[in-house]
């Protein structure tokens, strides 16, 4: 297995234990990798991440998030990985509702969930389902 995916299971991880500064700095390690290497599979996820670190912490700049999630958004739509823009979509819609932007958190939403037919009771799916009722 590729070191970035390792340093991504890491970060979440400690998005996971509230220790956003240490997922912070294990993203930004494995996007120095990624650049390095070459190895881009996994740097939707990265970006992802990183938006949803920054916005646990306290001086959270909402606008860096946001970036953060349209390059996730960017990069999985030009791999053709309609889970990882999928998980991007759900992450930039529950921004954009808190910002009170619910019709373009819908419409980015709604986009991506049309496109699957199956697999329903993934969590990735079930998330984005909730998330596009309370739109």
Do not use: H
């Not at 500064?21 to 650049?35: D, F, P, S």
């Not at 998030?65 to 030009?78: G, K, T």
């Not at 939403?109 to 993934?122: A, H, M, Q």
């Amino acid at each position: 297995m590729e070191r970035p995916l390792w340093l991504t299971m890491l970060a979440d991880a400690y998005q996971t234990l509230g220790r956003p500064e240490g997922g912070l700095a294990t993203v930004e390690e494995a996007l120095t990798e990624v650049r390095d290497t070459g190895v881009r599979f996994i740097a939707a996820e990265l970006y992802r991440l990183k938006g949803e670190l920054l916005l646990t912490q306290a001086a959270v700049s909402t606008a860096e998030a946001e970036r953060c999630f349209c390059q996730a958004l960017d990069i999985s739509r030009r791999q053709g990985s309609k889970s990882l823009e999928l998980r991007a979509a759900t992450s930039l819609s529950r921004l954009w509702e808190r910002q009170g932007k619910r019709e373009e958190a819908r419409r980015v939403l709604t986009d991506v969930y049309s496109w699957f037919t199956e697999g329903f009771d993934n969590r990735d799916l079930r998330d984005a389902k909730a998330l596009l009722e309370e739109l």
